[in-house]
């Protein structure tokens, strides 16, 4: 779960130093019934994996659809490839009401950036802003999310070593209801060239955190 984008398509490549766009997914290899990316949870090895579907939606717009343990959509998430980066054009996220129906809820999206591809130096920070209302309990709930480029580093696939790039998250999550509660955690993210995301970890306290790496393909 990005930011201030230039709204032009473009070609990927990385080429130039400090282009990044090969570590996005390898759009032009997904295949019609879409990429599946099945991510293993380290935190708790007996949890079953965190599953995403990507599929393309015309030469620049991504779809990625995360399941649930019972195959039921949990999210479904548009990214736009810009000229220099990913941003976000839309997101729904999906309950069960009262009577077992699953239905969506819009999130509101302040700040669509997703994935910079000239980061620059970790002095400079990437947002991801979201904002929505839980129906169930008249929850307003608002995500902030902050990347920092932490450099480029390898990851171990299949015997291999692939080039990638490595970045820090800082989140705010605040609650509103009859007053605001907020937290915060701090995480990393990990994008391999010619995959896209690897390995992310958000640590929501010293008791809690969460920790997921992509299963060998």
Not at 65 to 90: A, C, F, K, L, M
Not at 111 to 117: A, C, E, N, T
Not at 140 to 168: C, N, Y
Not at 180 to 192: L, Q
Request: charged share 25%; glycine share 8%; with cysteine.
């Amino acid at each position: 779960m990005c930011l201030g984008i230039i709204n032009t398509s473009c070609r990927h490549t990385d080429s130039n130093p400090g282009d990044y766009s090969a570590y996005y997914l390898p759009v032009a290899s997904i295949p019609d019934t879409g990429l599946v990316y099945s991510y293993r949870n380290l935190a708790d090895p007996a949890a079953g994996p965190e599953i995403w579907r990507h599929t393309t939606r015309g030469d620049s717009l991504i779809e990625s659809v995360n399941y649930g343990p019972d195959h039921e959509v949990v999210q479904r998430q548009y990214d736009r490839i810009v000229s220099n980066g990913v941003i976000t054009d839309s997101l729904l996220l999906f309950y069960q009401d009262t009577d077992g129906l699953r239905k969506p809820i819009r999130v509101k999206i302040r700040s669509p950036h997703r994935l910079p591809f000239q980061p620059g130096d970790s002095t400079k920070v990437w947002l991801t802003h979201l904002e929505w209302n839980q129906p169930l309990d008249s929850l307003h709930i608002v995500l902030q999310r902050r990347r920092r480029f932490g450099g480029e580093t390898t990851w171990e696939m299949d015997g291999k070593s692939i080039p990638a790039i490595r970045f820090s998250t800082d989140d705010t999550f605040e609650t509103e209801r009859d007053g605001w509660t907020s937290t915060t955690w701090s995480g990393e993210e990990i994008y391999a060239r010619g995959i896209g995301l690897v390995y992310y970890r958000r640590k929501i306290s010293d008791q809690l955190s969460l920790e997921f790496s992509l299963e060998k393909k």
